[in-house]
Every structure is written in structure tokens, then in C-alpha cells.
């Protein structure tokens, strides 16, 4: 699994990133981590996504095993683990948070996690993973597409290190595809309100406050004490790094 790292001491903080996405999201994070996190973290890109190995299965459980078995030698017996997940890693991290997958987080935190699914749209996800990856003629197209799927469109651009690993070349080397395997797309609706009941420890809600995937009163039906994040979209680590640093540090 490929894995991003730094930052010193027993304390870990791992970062999970959202369906389509890479670690990379999280790099506006990282760059303010050494003033605002006391301990090491640790940014990954998910199964099947960015450099990471693809994987048989991507339902909630086989991310989560894929996750815990990456994370378990860097985890120090004598310091915290504390999981800041987005949209699709945050639902990994209350998987995690059950402690059935070989760690034990001391506190999770999730923002922008889907909540409300329409059948239709498991039906739209159903589709685009049993689909072969997408071949674009040009490395432009194939951002372009990228920064749509990962919702970073109008947010930021290609050149950015937010986007990075988001594409590939194919494997014929003739075109471009979205690094990400099509068949993530099937994880399926996420057992919320159970994955709640099961936490063995602390679990924090967040969204941002123009989230088009989800809305407040659908994350305090989870968790009474959600934050609103401010006047952001679905990827408010990207939008603003400071207002996630600062509701990580008022609760961690």
C-alpha cells in the first residue's frame, strides 16, 4: 500500500481519503501537520486506488483489513491512534473503530461521509464498477475526468499536488485512464448506524457547510455533536486545511 509519512513521537495520526481520490488529497493538511499535530501521521493511498494494489473485494471490511494490516508496524505501543477519514475513509474509520480489525483507534474522526442513498445511485455505482476503466487519448483528458470524480473540479488543477497518482498510463501505454479500479465503485451502501453502535471509542462527525453529498441534520442523526465546518464543499481538507486542524485539535 502505498503510504506518505512524517512528524516525530509515539502519537499516529492516520488520514484516509475518499472513493476516487488519493492520499494526496491530504497534502494541504500535512504541510501545516508540523505545527499542528504533536506525534507522526500517516497518508495512504486506499486499495485500488493511486499506487496501492488493487484487491478482490472493496467492501467496508476488506478496506478496513487491507488498512489495519498496512498501519499495525507503524503503530507505537505507548501512543494514541487517531483516524481523520473523508467521505469513504471515514466510513473505514468507524470500521476500524469496532476494534475488529487488528488496532483500536483512540478517537476517529469523519467528515463528509454519504449518509442518504437512492437506490438509483447504488444502481449508478453497481454499473460503473462492473465497467472497464475509461481510455483517454490525452494525459488532459484524463485530469480533466479525474477532477470531476474525485469532486476536486473548480477547487483546483492538474498541476496541483492535491491530484497527484490520480491518473495512469494504461498498460499498453496507448492513452490514459483514472488510476482508480472501477470496480471500488461496488463497496455499497455503508452500514452507518450499526458501525456507530460497535465504536470502541469516540467517534466525531463533520461536514463542510455547502457538503452537495450530504447534509447536517442527516450527520447529527449519527452524531448529535456534528461540526459544521464552515462555508466549504465535500473536500474541505483541500478548501480548508485549517478549519479540519482545528477540529481535530479541539477534541484530540
Known amino acids: 500500500m502505498y503510504t506518505e509519512q512524517g512528524g516525530e513521537g509515539p502519537d499516529l495520526l492516520l488520514m484516509l481519503h475518499g472513493m476516487g481520490a488519493t492520499g494526496a488529497v491530504w497534502s ?4 501545516e501537520a508540523g ?12 486499495p485500488g486506488h493511486g499506487q496501492s494494489d488493487r484487491q478482490d473485494s472493496y467492501a467496508i471490511g476488506q478496506y478496513a483489513a487491507s488498512v489495519g494490516r498496512a498501519l499495525l508496524p507503524h503503530i507505537h505501543p505507548e501512543g494514541r491512534l487517531v483516524v481523520l477519514g473523508h467521505s469513504l475513509g471515514g466510513v473505514i474509520g468507524l470500521a476500524l473503530a469496532t476494534g475488529w480489525f487488528g488496532v483500536t483507534p483512540h478517537r476517529v474522526f469523519a467528515a463528509g461521509i454519504k449518509i442518504a442513498w437512492s ?11 462492473s465497467q ?4 483517454f487519448p490525452t494525459e488532459a483528458e484524463a485530469w480533466d475526468r479525474y477532477l470531476k470524480v474525485s469532486g476536486l473540479a473548480g477547487i483546483t488543477n492538474a498541476a496541483s499536488t492535491v491530484v497527484t497518482r490520480g491518473i495512469a498510463h494504461n498498460d499498453n ?17 455503508p452500514p452507518l448506524s450499526e458501525l456507530m453502535t460497535l465504536a ?8 463542510g457547510g455547502n457538503d452537495a453529498l450530504v447534509t447536517m441534520e442527516q450527520t447529527r442523526s449519527l452524531d448529535p455533536d456534528a461540526r459544521d465546518l464552515g462555508p466549504h464543499g465535500h473536500n474541505v481538507m483541500v478548501e480548508a486545511p485549517g478549519q479540519v486542524w482545528g477540529w481535530v485539535d479541539s477534541l484530540a
Open 200 to 207: 470502541r471509542c469516540p467517534i466525531h462527525l463533520a461536514r
Open 35 to 46: 505545527a499542528r499535530w504533536p506525534g507522526r501521521w500517516l497518508a495512504l493511498d486506499l
Open 28 to 31: 494541504p493538511m500535512c504541510a
Open 132 to 135: 472497464p476503466a475509461k481510455s
Open 173 to 189: 501505454n496507448d492513452g490514459w485512464r483514472l488510476a482508480m479500479d472501477p470496480r471500488a465503485n461496488a463497496v455499497g451502501k
Open 119 to 129: 437506490d438509483e445511485e447504488l444502481r449508478r455505482m453497481e454499473t460503473l464498477a
